[in-house]
């Protein structure tokens, strides 16, 4: 069980993510001291994630990947990670997890980075936004949005309640988010929700969207032998 604190989101609480900028403005000492904060952070991230997989049926779920905290170039603006299942281990769509800034937040998402790699594309996966009304009946929609590709990371998103109350909402959302692809998660939000126990915030938001990343397995047949009756 591994507490959300405020040291974690404040890691990301920097104008200036660039080393060779970042080289310009601390001495080495100092610059190796943001590393190592930085990086600490990040490993308590890395086994948050890796906590949650090994509580995640083992048959059913590739290897969680948690992207490193630099490109090389820079320092990540925030952490993330992805869960897959595995007759889609390399496919677009995921269940990504991340922290910046502002908020932890647990989503079903298309990854377009190197989709054209993986030789799928998102309109078929763009067909679950008609099941989310049903599927949302079954859950509790508290801190629930949805967004799409497009939107930038620190915008205020659509409630899921507020695209379930109003048509006219729900039908242009849904119209320019099939230009790119809807993002549906849960979220946290800094210096308003407290997370006692991470693992069990991305663990229960990763259930939750199951049934729909579940149904587009069936969907797209991947697998001859994934049964679809058990999503």
């Known amino acids: 069980m591994t507490e959300l604190t405020e040291e974690m989101y404040a890691i990301f609480d920097r104008n200036e993510f660039s080393f060779k900028k970042l080289k310009q403005q601390y001495s080495e000492d100092e610059l190796a001291q943001v590393k190592t ?8 991230w890395k086994e948050v994630n890796l906590n949650v997989y090994q509580k995640l049926p083992q048959d059913k779920f590739a290897k969680v990947h948690v992207e490193s905290w630099t490109n090389g170039w820079n320092l990540r603006d925030h952490y993330w990670a992805a869960f897959r299942l595995n007759t889609m281990a390399d496919k677009s769509p995921c269940i990504g997890v991340m922290l910046d800034k502002k ?47 497009n939107e930038m990371e620190f915008a205020d998103h659509l409630s899921l309640s507020e695209y379930l109350a109003d048509t006219k909402k729900q039908t242009l959302f849904n119209e320019e988010a099939r230009k790119t692809s809807f993002l549906l998660g849960k979220f946290a939000f800094r210096n308003q929700d407290q997370v006692k126990d991470m693992e069990e915030f991305i663990l229960n938001g990763i259930e939750q969207l199951l049934p729909l990343y579940g149904k587009l397995e069936c969907e797209i047949s991947l697998s001859k032998t994934s049964n679809c009756a058990n999503n």
């Open 37 to 44: 904060d930085f990086k600490e952070v990040w490993q308590t």
């Open 103 to 149: 908020q932890l937040q647990v989503y079903l998402m298309f990854q377009h980075y190197k989709s054209e790699k993986r030789g799928d594309n998102p309109e078929q996966y763009n067909e679950l936004l008609a099941d989310i009304p049903t599927w949302a009946k079954n859950h509790k929609i508290n801190n629930w949005y949805l967004w799409d590709k």
